[in-house]
């Protein structure tokens, strides 16, 4: 069975739906949503994890499935498109995912058990191996999802993922900003590690059975000073243990990221150095899958990048414009093959 799976942060789409949940009419919020429309359109997915979704309110009076399904009507996307969400986050962009009920079925399962460390619930973690456990808690709990075939037959498990921001957003020193980064770090440590340790008990339960961690990680493959400083990435805790090769991880990238002038290569999103003004291309949306998936035909859907082959690369430039507009990240997208 081949997927073409991907993942995109769509950039508070929140904003394009108003406090009743119907989608804004105003010139700006329609030009938006169209674009994100034209980009998933030509990813044509099977299965698209949604960073930065529209919200859910506790009284029910908004579901982000429910606003992405009639965004999706509204701008004629595959008419078997259907949209699932889990915990509700403690802000206003949920994680979500749409899905083809004419290929998959697909339903947020999340674990409830105490012992197992459910994301809506906190949990301790030791982020730095000093022997000082603390409490941690998923700001977005991670979307668990169980994948089906048509039969019923669970075929994979995925996790949609939008951890912790790095960045600091306070007016403050440089005492203050080591002290906020050295925290954050931490909690974006502890976010990956327990969605980690979910893996593993996935992995251990039935080995065969495939596994992938899309989102936006934000973080990348142990170059940046923090990384260095405390000599491992959030990604790198993902990609599992070297002692237990058989549950790690893979980015579907397969070739090691590269360095240059501008940033990152490849690159999903760009930033401004708080310190120097500089900005940044960067590599933090992720798709990480098992071993025994098959994948082939990867895509970063950044306008600015070369592609390989040609007829990819003029595709992506053709939605330039609507790549810029609809957001401030580019998706990823990959076919895999499931065993």
């Not at 069975?1 to 406090?19: G, Q």
């Not at 810029?324 to 499931?338: F, G």
Request: hydrophobic residues 35%; contains cysteine.
């Amino acid at each position: 069975m081949k997927l073409n799976i991907a993942v995109y942060n769509m950039e508070w789409m929140v904003r394009l739906f108003d406090r009743q949940g119907q989608l804004r009419t105003d010139n700006e919020s329609q030009q938006r949503a169209e674009s994100l429309a034209e980009v998933v359109r030509a990813i044509d997915p099977d299965l698209l994890g949604v960073v930065e979704g529209p919200d859910t309110t506790a009284s029910g009076s908004r579901n982000a499935a429910r606003q992405l399904e009639a965004w999706v009507r509204h701008y004629d996307l595959h008419p078997d498109f259907r949209a699932v969400t889990g915990f509700v986050s403690r802000g206003r962009q949920e994680l979500c995912a749409l899905y083809r009920s004419d290929r998959i079925q697909v339903r947020h399962k999340p674990v409830r058990a105490r012992d197992r460390n459910p994301f809506d619930q906190p949990f301790v973690c030791e982020t730095e191996e000093s022997l000082a456990r603390e409490v941690y808690e998923h700001y977005r709990p991670p979307l668990e999802l169980s994948v089906s075939d048509l039969q019923g037959r669970e075929r994979m498990r995925v996790i949609v993922a939008h951890s912790k921001s790095k960045g600091i957003f306070d007016r403050v020193d440089f005492g203050r900003y080591e002290r906020l980064s050295e925290r954050n770090r931490k909690k974006l440590f502890a976010e990956c590690l327990s969605m980690r340790k979910r893996c593993d008990q996935w992995l251990e339960e039935a080995p065969e059975r495939p596994v992938v961690v899309m989102g936006d990680i934000n973080d990348g493959f142990g170059k940046d000073y923090y990384e260095q400083r405390f000599s491992r990435s959030a990604v790198e805790l993902l990609l599992g243990d070297v002692w237990h090769p058989e549950r790690i991880l893979r980015s579907v990238l397969g070739e090691k990221p590269r360095l240059g002038k501008y940033g990152w290569t490849p690159s999903t999103s760009r930033f401004t150095d708080t310190v120097t003004g500089d900005t940044l291309n960067v590599l933090i949306d992720h798709i990480l899958v098992s071993r025994n998936l098959g994948v082939r035909d990867v895509t970063v859907w950044n306008p600015y990048m070369d592609q390989e082959p040609e007829t990819r690369a003029q595709r992506i430039k053709a939605l330039k414009s609507r790549l810029r507009q609809a957001s401030d990240h580019y998706p990823v997208s990959a076919l895999v093959e499931l065993p």
